[in-house]
């Protein structure tokens, strides 16, 4: 009897059916369908949805994030103005929470996804798979609450209905929130068993 090695099996995608690895062209014996490893396509996903998550940031700081309308006049705030102005009228807590979730975490969240996906690719050093697992869950968990300054943004247009004054969300929150949910896609496109493979 032939003893396969379970490394030498590939499972379709399509129907399931279990076939044997021929490298890189592999058809399914039972329904046809072409079939890929999930090494060879595992992280562009995650690195497409990362670098959609970049470009959208970038507008997301450059446009106003809040365009109050007064008589007549109109006046946009950038998320680092806003940190800015409200850390010149004293409200440093308002100021450093917005500063953290809106600049530090998606940042960090950046850096940590790229990070992760090229030391899958090509190990980094001698770090260890427990810090990358940490990382990972640290980025999956903290995602949400960078949605904090869209949040804000939406309270206020919703809880200012004076005459004279109009609070609307700017380009900026569009291109944050679109930033914040391609991000959150990138986490979850990451492919945790390469962190488990990757020796």
């Known amino acids: 009897m032939i003893e396969i090695n379970e490394d030498e099996l590939i499972r379709c995608p399509i129907c399931e059916a279990v076939n044997l690895d021929k490298g890189k062209e592999n058809i399914c014996r039972r329904c046809g369908s072409a079939i890929y490893k999930h090494k060879n396509f595992s992280t562009e996903k995650s690195w497409a949805y990362l670098i959609t998550a970049i470009i959208a940031y970038i507008p997301a700081n450059l446009y106003p994030m809040l365009i109050t309308k007064q008589f007549g006049a109109m006046e946009g705030s950038t998320i680092l103005g806003g940190v ?116």
Do not use: C, Q
């Open 84 to 199: 800015v102005l409200l850390w010149e009228h004293g409200s440093y807590p308002i100021a450093a929470i917005i500063f953290v979730a809106s600049i530090l975490i998606p940042v960090m969240k950046f850096l940590v996804l790229i990070y992760l996906l090229i030391s899958v690719k090509y190990p980094i050093g001698k770090d260890k798979k427990v810090n990358k697992h940490k990382l990972y869950y640290m980025t999956e968990a903290v995602g949400p609450w960078s949605m904090i300054d869209v949040f804000v943004v939406a309270i206020l247009a919703a809880l200012i209905h004076l005459a004279n004054v109009e609070i609307v969300a700017g380009t900026a929150a569009t291109a944050f929130a679109t930033s914040v949910f391609f991000t959150l896609l990138a986490a979850h496109a990451f492919d945790e068993r390469l962190i488990k493979e990757n020796k």
